[in-house]
């Protein structure tokens, strides 16, 4: 996932979307994946689909962080409230 944060930050775009694209296929299709990783590859497409103004892109998937968040968070934790506060 950090490289595909590191080309976002160098401005390339297609090369960040292309790894964070891979990595959400790998931790989707593992069973034993970490979902709150998966909901951090879900937060960070979002920042990125959010930039390149695919705004309806970006609501939908943090629309799944919110489902992971409200299954794995406690229901007053501050990670919870902040991604109802990104929506």
Do not use: F, M, N
Not at 14 to 23: H, K, Q, T, V
Not at 68 to 79: A, F, G, K, V
């Amino acid at each position: 996932i950090r490289i595909g944060d590191l080309y976002r930050s160098l401005g390339d775009t297609e090369r960040s979307l292309r790894y964070l694209r891979d990595a959400r296929k790998l931790q989707e299709k593992d069973p034993k994946s970490d979902y709150s990783e998966l909901a951090k590859t879900y937060q960070r497409l979002s920042l990125l689909y959010d930039e390149l103004d695919y705004h309806d892109r970006a609501i939908e998937l943090c629309q799944k962080v919110l489902t992971i968040h409200i299954q794995i968070l406690p229901t007053y934790s501050p990670r919870l409230a902040k991604t109802y506060h990104d929506l």
